[in-house]
């Protein structure tokens, strides 16, 4: 079983203060991890993701997430946030089941950024 | 590049009626997925296809049906709505291995009054 947990439902932060969202997982085989944006109104797009090698994976618009097995995390961060960073954020974790991919997302993480 | 096309868009139904959500992918993807959003829970997994011919039930199947036309379009289908099926509806496409990534269409706002 998989499963993923975004404990901070929302997290307010000042423009160009860093940020880190939090993510932990758990899986009983070797894991895939990815970070999707939501911006208002809009489809899932993807932001960063772990396969394999260095644990430190940098993204697009900034955001980087690094992965750290023996805490099973995969927190998100950006040094420097933006008003357009404003969106929701989810962590989601893939695996293999039964033959098919099987994607578990977390809840979701509203960042919100104050002017 | 249109990816992932969803439509409609918005729909708003009555209690008992029927309707069909069409999805449509133009990047040769295996695998294909119905998920329903809904406030503080996250995407939940209603239906998948992880090839043409194929479907199968995720976390959330009651109340729907899908079809897996061709490989290109996965339909999700009420028959008979509910207020509980009030949500945003979101298709999705992978190649299907485990290390790719989802390709997300732009919703369907979903209420049942």
């Known amino acids: 079983a998989q499963s993923v947990t975004q404990l901070d439902s929302q997290v307010p932060v000042f423009e160009e203060a860093p940020v880190e969202l939090r993510c932990n997982y758990s899986s009983s085989v070797s894991v895939y991890l990815f970070w999707y944006v939501q911006y208002p109104n809009q489809g899932l797009q993807l932001l960063l993701k772990?396969?394999?090698?260095?644990?430190l994976v940098k993204g697009i618009n900034g955001f980087e997430a690094e992965f750290n097995k023996s805490q099973t995390s995969f927190h998100l961060r950006k040094p420097s946030v933006h008003i357009s960073d404003t969106a929701e954020y989810f962590c989601?974790?893939?695996?293999?089941?039964?033959?098919?991919?099987?994607?578990?997302f977390g809840t979701g993480t509203k960042l919100q950024v104050i002017p | 590049n249109a990816g992932v096309t969803q439509t409609p868009k918005f729909q708003v139904l009555k209690t008992g009626q029927s309707m069909t959500l069409q999805c449509a992918q133009d990047m040769n993807h295996n695998s294909m997925y119905w998920y329903r959003q809904d406030p503080g829970m996250g995407l939940r997994l209603i239906y998948y296809s992880a090839s043409e011919g194929t479907t199968d039930k995720g976390e959330v199947p009651n109340g729907y049906n899908v079809s897996r036309l061709n490989k290109r379009e996965f339909s999700l289908r009420l028959e008979s709505a509910a207020p509980s099926q009030t949500s945003v509806y979101f298709c999705?496409?992978?190649?299907?291995?485990?290390?790719?990534?989802?390709?997300f269409g732009q919703g369907t706002r979903l209420t049942v009054v």
């Open positions: 989601a974790v893939s695996g293999v089941r039964g033959g098919y991919q099987k994607v578990t």
């Open positions: 999705a496409s992978s190649e299907g291995g485990s290390n790719t990534e989802a390709f």
């Open positions: 772990y396969l394999s090698g260095s644990t």
